[in-house]
């Protein structure tokens, strides 16, 4: 990973920037997903539709599949204490909660009506917005080198203190 490279000459601070260019360009991807998304819940919106039942078990295995890799993602960015991964991580948990979403729409769209299909993608949509806002949010914060929380630099410097 080139943000785990240590300083050269080119590079006197490291080369962490790449986590962060890594947690922008993966928003802005997010931000692209949430628009495609945003176009066919509207498109469909007046649209008679109909959800095939197989899509429910299809739905319960993704689910399952990204809870897996939320864990293991979690386990590497907590090793690494990385930003990217971190930006990872927040993503995957939305689309656990997305993906749980999706598995009841299937199964009230298959069982109930139709409807229910277009509803959800617009709460899918929010809960993605919500997570490209926090990772930008975290990624102008290592941009801009805000400085850190009282509490944090409090802890740092007692820390540095220690014989």
């Keep these: ?49 109909y959800v095939e039942r197989q899509g429910i078990l299809y739905s319960a295995v993704s689910t399952v599949m990204i809870a897996l890799s939320v864990l293991a993602l979690r386990k590497a960015a907590e090793k690494y204490q990385s930003l990217a991964l971190r930006a990872e991580v927040r993503h995957l948990n ?38 490209i806002i926090e990772n930008i949010s975290e990624s102008i914060s290592s941009i801009t080198q805000r400085k850190p929380s009282p509490s944090l630099e409090r802890s740092t410097i007692d820390i540095a203190k220690r014989p």
């Design 1 to 49: 990973m080139a943000a785990r490279k240590p300083p050269d000459r080119e590079h006197p601070y490291g080369h962490s920037g790449y986590e962060v260019l890594s947690a922008i360009v993966f928003s802005i991807i997010m931000a692209f997903i949430a628009a495609s998304i945003a176009t066919i819940a509207v498109s469909g919106l007046g649209k008679v539709h």
């Design 94 to 131: 939305v689309d656990i909660v997305e993906s749980v979403i999706v598995l009841c729409r299937i199964v009230f769209a298959v069982e109930l009506n139709p409807i229910y299909d277009i509803f959800t993608a617009f709460i899918v949509l929010g809960l993605m917005l919500r997570g």
